[in-house]
């Protein structure tokens, strides 16, 4: 019985793991409305806004991803650009987590994986003191690990 457990266990490890590194699609219907999903629409052919953000488990750094949402008055003054480096690396989940966060509120930022890239992870032992990921530089502050708080406080002052 303990084994059945354990295999269990491990087969729903494995499931959650391959669906963290999906894709995600990004259309706009013909109201405005903004979907995000892990599958295509059913009528991807004919979207002309069809977005895809592929996985981030083979890229090579450093990447800049662009804005998937529009901004809203309560996220960022769209009149100010936000200037966001994040170092990371491939398998850490508060990497992801710090990912998705831009990613989710339509900010642009650079990523660069410390392990995949040398001056990356010498100009993080530079910024940083710490060690660990995820690393990010928001407006010219500096944040270390993930905090939604010190993000957004970050992404309110003038970069």
Same mark, same amino acid.
């Given at each position: 019985?303990?084994? !059945?457990?354990? @295999?269990?266990?491990?087969?729903?490890?494995?499931? !959650?793991? *391959? +669906?963290?590194?999906? $894709?995600?699609?990004?259309?706009?219907?013909?109201?405005?409305? *903004?979907? !995000? /999903?892990?599958?295509?629409p059913?009528?991807? &052919?004919?979207?002309?806004?069809? &977005?895809?953000?592929?996985?981030?488990?083979?890229?090579?750094?450093?990447?800049?991803?662009? #804005?998937?949402?529009?901004? *809203?008055? #309560?996220?960022?003054?769209?009149?100010?650009?936000?200037?966001?480096?994040?170092?990371?690396?491939?398998?850490?989940?508060?990497?992801k #987590? +710090?990912r998705?966060?831009? $990613?989710?509120?339509?900010? /642009?930022?650079?990523?660069?994986?410390?392990? #995949?890239?040398?001056?990356? +992870?010498?100009?993080? /032992?530079?910024?940083? *003191?710490?060690?660990?990921?995820?690393?990010?530089?928001?407006?010219?502050?500096?944040?270390?690990? @993930? /905090? &939604?708080?010190?993000?957004?406080?970050?992404?309110?002052?003038?970069?």
């Amino acid at each position: 019985m303990f084994k !059945f457990r354990l @295999y269990s266990l491990i087969l729903l490890i494995l499931l !959650f793991a *391959t +669906a963290a590194s999906a $894709q995600i699609y990004k259309w706009v219907d013909e109201n405005g409305v *903004t979907y !995000f /999903s892990d599958r295509p629409p059913a009528d991807a &052919e004919s979207k002309d806004n069809l &977005e895809l953000f592929p996985s981030h488990d083979s890229k090579s750094t450093p990447e800049t991803h662009k #804005k998937p949402v529009t901004r *809203t008055g #309560k996220d960022v003054d769209p009149v100010r650009v936000p200037k966001v480096e994040l170092y990371t690396t491939s398998w850490c989940i508060y990497c992801k #987590k +710090a990912r998705n966060f831009f $990613q989710l509120r339509g900010i /642009s930022f650079t990523e660069y994986d410390i392990e #995949k890239d040398k001056n990356a +992870a010498l100009r993080k /032992s530079r910024l940083d *003191t710490k060690n660990g990921v995820p690393f990010a530089v928001v407006n010219g502050y500096r944040i270390h690990g @993930y /905090s &939604e708080a010190a993000y957004e406080q970050a992404l309110r002052k003038n970069p």
